[in-house]
T-cell receptor, first 111, second 112 residues
Framework: RKEVEQDPGPFNVPEGATVAFNCTYS??????FFWYRQDCRKEPKLLMS???SGNEDGRFTAQLNRASQYISLLIRDSKLSDSATYLC????????????FGQGTELSVKP | NAGVTQTPKFRVLKTGQSMTLLCAQD?????MYWYRQDPGMGLRLIHY???????AKGEVPDGYNVSRLKKQNFLLGLESAAPSQTSVYFC???????????FGPGTRLLVL
């Protein structure tokens, strides 16, 4: 079983749609969590951290459920520019602060 | 600040050749990392460093060596390249364990 698993993609949605990505992790020792965004052939960039109480940044909402070892990302009012691959990332403070990446979910927003 | 830079951006090697990938950061970060990204595999950690002069193995270290002689630089070496090392290599750095990692633009390596 992969340590971090994400919804298989791709997600093809029209502009203005709401889309949700899910992610599960297997190691309960996981310390902190992030969503990264990766555009085609570019480096991953931090989208947002995920806090236990849930957090929102504009059209983006991230939630964490430690009991179920589940993380989610909700994108409201999708824009064409949201088209990218979204990576669920789990951070361990040991082993030099290792990040474990999910395989990513591809989002394509169409006009 | 340039952030994290990587040299070269693209390289083609023949099997058995050696090369060194350079990662440099100007943010005074303690922690530095080398990842490889392959289709369907996600990013996997090759080696990492928790400070100048220290290195440690990650998830897929075989066939690679690293050095961190200066705090701002983290070098990844391939002594004898193999086609299985064809990949995109990303370097990253961070200030502390609770903070996010910042990635370089990547090096695309093709081993023939």
């Amino acid at each position: 079983r992969k340590e971090v698993e994400q919804d298989p993609g791709p997600f093809n949605v029209p502009e203005g749609a709401t889309v949700a990505f899910n992610c599960t992790y297997s190691n309960s020792a996981s310390q902190s969590f992030f969503w990264y965004r990766q555009d085609c052939r570019k480096e991953p960039k931090l989208l947002m951290s995920v806090y236990s109480s849930g957090n929102e940044d504009g059209r983006f909402t991230a939630q964490l459920n430690r009991a179920s070892q589940y993380i989610s990302l909700l994108i409201r009012d999708s824009k064409l520019s949201d088209s990218a691959t979204y990576l669920c990332v789990v951070n361990f403070y040991n082993q030099g602060g290792k990040l474990i990446f999910g395989q990513g979910t591809e989002l394509s927003v169409k006009p | 600040n340039a952030g994290v830079t990587q040299t070269p951006k693209f390289r083609v090697l023949k099997t058995g050749q050696s090369m060194t990938l350079l990662c440099a950061q100007d943010m005074n970060h303690e922690y530095m990392y080398w990842y490889r990204q392959d289709p369907g595999m996600g990013l996997r950690l090759i080696h990492y460093s928790v400070g100048e002069g220290t290195t440690a193995k990650g998830e897929v270290p075989d066939g690679y060596n690293v050095s961190r002689l200066k705090k701002q630089n983290f070098l990844l070496g391939l002594e004898s390249a193999a086609p299985s090392q064809t990949s995109v290599y990303f370097c990253a750095s961070r200030r502390g364990l609770q903070e996010t990692q910042y990635f370089g633009p990547g090096t695309r390596l093709l081993v023939l």
